[in-house]
């Protein structure tokens, strides 16, 4: 259907006569004319009573009047939204990370673009990072936040952050009123390790830092989300270890942390997003906004300290 002809349609019953409307628009009147006939042939139906030059609307036209100024509105909105989609104003940006990136990154990153006026959704799936790349590849996802890093040749990876690495005491132990520890420190203690799927995490960080040291951990809990490990701690069963990040959640009930004391055991943030995969607008914004809030980690005083 041609909206302009609609718009037309609409003019007329709305200035009450053909000649009138047509002044309004700037046009003469057999063109006008022309165009309400043509729309009337294409809906297959009158939408005026003709009483020689006058045209008096039907009921089939009250219906089709109603309807139209629906259409019309729907198709302003419509060119608005695209238009602000392709500016990055609107839109949806599905985000894979962690439990805990999402609890300290992603709040903040939502409340800014909602603070800035910007439309756009966030979709969160939460996931190890062999779930996160394989939801990239299979377009499922546009950007992934993940603490392992790779080499892969069809995905992108970009550093976002690097801070320290804690370890998560359980209650009563000997080193609890410590600010640091070494792993040498930790080395009769269980471990509670988490999980590395691809790539290089903590764990490889820590275990090749033990071997340095001249020692195998002992290593009672393998898992991929930090809380149920600190409530393991919390339970006494180990020492876990967890990222820099954790201690930006405000309300947690934590167990006693200590930073370890190593230039070569870190935690880390990266980006991760599909090579030549389509970049739209929003997900651009999303970026930026996620860039504005890690920046401001970085500025964070100790005991956190990010690089």
């Known amino acids: 259907m041609d909206l302009e002809k609609v718009r037309y349609f609409i003019r007329v019953v709305?200035?009450?006569?053909?000649?009138?409307?047509?002044?309004?628009?700037?046009?003469?009147?057999?063109?006008?004319?022309?165009?309400?006939?043509?729309?009337?042939?294409?809906?297959?139906?009158?939408?005026f009573t003709r009483q020689g030059n006058r045209l008096f609307l039907n009921e089939?036209?009250?219906?089709?009047?109603?309807?139209?100024?629906?259409?019309?509105?729907?198709?302003?909105?419509?060119?608005t939204e695209m238009r602000e989609r392709g500016l990055g104003i609107r839109g949806e940006v599905t985000v894979g990370c962690s439990t805990i990136a999402n609890l300290t990154i992603i709040p903040e990153v939502v409340k800014r673009l909602q603070e800035q006026d910007y439309q756009i959704t966030v979709r969160v799936m939460e996931g190890n990072t062999a779930y996160i790349l394989?939801?990239?590849?299979?377009?499922?996802?546009d950007i992934g936040l993940i603490g392992n890093t790779f080499d892969k040749a069809d995905l992108n990876l970009t550093a976002l952050l690097t801070g320290p690495v804690y370890a998560a005491l359980p209650p009563g132990h000997p080193l609890s009123d410590r600010d640091k520890v070494t792993l040498d420190d930790l080395r009769h203690d269980d471990f509670l390790m988490?999980?590395?799927?691809?790539?290089?995490?903590?764990?490889?960080?820590?275990?090749e830092e033990c071997n340095e040291q001249g020692f195998e951990p002992s290593i009672l809990y393998w898992g991929a989300e930090t809380l149920p490990m600190l409530e393991m701690v919390k339970k006494g069963l180990g020492v876990a270890f967890v990222p820099a990040l954790l201690l930006h959640i405000h309300g947690l009930d934590l167990p006693p942390l200590a930073r370890i004391d190593s230039l070569t055991v870190s935690s880390k943030l990266n980006l991760v997003t599909l090579k030549n995969g389509a970049k739209q607008e929003a997900g651009k914004r999303f970026l930026e906004v996620t860039e504005e809030v890690i920046a401001e980690l970085k500025e964070s005083?100790?005991?956190?300290i990010y690089r």
């Open 134 to 141: 394989d939801q990239l590849r299979q377009h499922r996802m």
């Open 60 to 79: 089939t036209g009250q219906y089709f009047y109603k309807r139209s100024k629906e259409l019309l509105f729907s198709a302003d909105s419509l060119r």
């Open 194 to 207: 988490p999980y590395t799927s691809i790539g290089l995490g903590i764990a490889d960080y820590i275990l």
């Open 301 to 304: 005083t100790p005991p956190v």
């Open 14 to 47: 709305e200035e009450g006569s053909v000649s009138r409307a047509a002044a309004s628009l700037n046009m003469t009147q057999p063109p006008l004319s022309i165009a309400i006939r043509k729309l009337e042939e294409e809906l297959g139906t009158p939408l």
